[in-house]
């Protein structure tokens, strides 16, 4: 399990503008007071980039990231989990994005962060390390950008291997508080370091979307933020933040080494969902992959023992889970009629167990009413698989706000 190190455990307490304000009663209105930190975006470590030894020195690597929540402050989760050695950052910024497909900041909104106080840390072997607060406008349904120079030598680079989304790069030194990004002139389509964004709001809570591909929104259109946890967002409009916990090929049960599709579900849930901030509800959608995956396993209840340990360690916190049915996907390659008894056998659960505080029914949303072991055609990124962003909204749109 890795450790998170915090740096500058600064309590804040920030009052709205227009804080208080007469009514004609004669009493007095406030706004909301900012208390708590709520995560606006995240991305679970997946494993770390083969063949780097020595990491990437002198690299400063601009992460291109999507909120899904505002608020004044921010702070940044930077991560070594799949690192050997101590990695030393030292330079880190923060910025609003001038747009999701330039590496230019918007001009006044550059910020270094700290930790404890101090411009540089260093990151012990599989440990991640919280930033100090900063203030930053940082906007609704808007995109960060998140900058790390690292001048020497690590191990292996932690990253997340699926985004949709381009980032930027240079191998050229520090430019992390370069506003105009000319010095990135490389792209890449996976986030380096970077592990989550929180900021401080009224917010009540995050919605962590914990699953695989389906959830990391493989299917959908580069840099338009149309995975279905960004829709559900879109959806929520400011009133909870949505964190993806989503890796692509991710199991319930079983770690696939050297793929890039991280630990197992249950080794990486108490990271990637009890260990972000403020969290209010989960929506579960695993189990595909321990399907149609080989291995694969044909025993429902050993996905349904693993849904029940989630549920427990999440209700052990005061969280709830929200279980979502698993996606048809007859036409890709592993489909077999075995395979699809195991996918019915594990839906019929969700639906009737009662174990989950809510069920989201994506198998019914997604389907295709005249072969319903099948996407609908106009929900199918094309290979059977994946829905595409049209699948995503459908999906998104079936999610009770109220449940969460």
């Given amino acids: 399990m890795r450790r998170l190190l915090v740096f500058g455990a600064v309590v804040v307490t920030l009052v709205g503008s227009g804080a208080v304000a007469s009514s004609t009663t004669g009493q007095q209105r406030r706004a909301p007071i900012l208390t708590g ?31 899904s929540i505002g608020g004044g402050t921010a702070r940044v989760r930077l991560s070594n989990t799949f690192g050997t050695s101590p990695l030393t950052f030292g330079k880190v910024t923060v910025a609003v994005a001038e747009s999701n497909t330039s590496p230019a900041a918007r001009p006044g909104t550059m910020r270094t962060l700290t930790f404890d106080g101090q411009p540089s840390v260093v990151v012990p072997a599989a440990a991640e390390v919280l930033s100090d607060p900063v203030r930053l406008t940082v906007p609704r349904d808007g995109d960060l950008l998140v900058t790390t120079y690292v001048p020497t030598p690590s191990g292996p ?42 900021v401080r709001s009224a917010v009540p809570g ?53 793929s890039g599709f991280g630990r197992n579900a249950l080794a990486r849930f108490a990271d ?39 549920i427990a360690q999440a209700h052990a916190r005061g969280i709830r889970v929200i279980g979502a049915t698993i996606l048809p996907f007859k036409g890709w390659r592993a489909w077999n009629e075995t395979l699809e008894a195991t996918r019915v056998a594990v839906n019929t659960w969700i639906r009737t167990s009662g174990e989950f505080d809510a069920v989201v029914d994506f198998d019914r949303v997604t389907r295709d009413p005249a072969d319903p072991q099948a996407l609908l055609a106009a929900y199918d990124s094309g290979d059977h698989l994946h829905p595409g962003d049209a699948g995503y909204q459908a999906m998104a749109n079936a999610v009770d706000l109220s449940k969460l």
């Fill in 37 to 67: 930190w709520v995560g606006t975006w995240s991305a679970s470590p997946s494993t770390g980039v083969a063949n780097t030894p020595n990491g990437y020195p002198n690299f400063s690597i601009r992460n291109v990231i999507h909120t």
């Fill in 157 to 198: 680079v932690t990253y997340h291997a699926f985004t949709g989304q381009t980032s930027f790069f240079t191998r050229n030194g520090d430019f992390a508080d370069q506003e105009s990004g000319a010095a990135f002139t490389e792209q890449t389509n996976v986030w380096h370091y970077v592990s989550g964004v929180d």
């Fill in 206 to 258: 995050s919605v962590v979307t914990f699953g695989d591909s389906i959830t990391d929104g493989v299917g959908s259109t580069n840099n338009a933020n149309h995975r279905w946890p960004d829709l559900l967002a879109d959806r929520l409009r400011g009133r909870l933040g949505v964190l993806n916990a989503g890796i692509s090929g991710n199991r319930l049960l079983l770690d696939v080494p050297g």
């Fill in 272 to 310: 990637d969902v009890l260990g972000q901030g403020d969290v209010r509800s989960i929506i579960v959608l695993e189990g595909v992959n321990d399907i149609q995956q080989e291995p694969h396993q044909t025993d429902p209840a050993a996905i349904i023992s693993a849904y029940h340990q989630m």
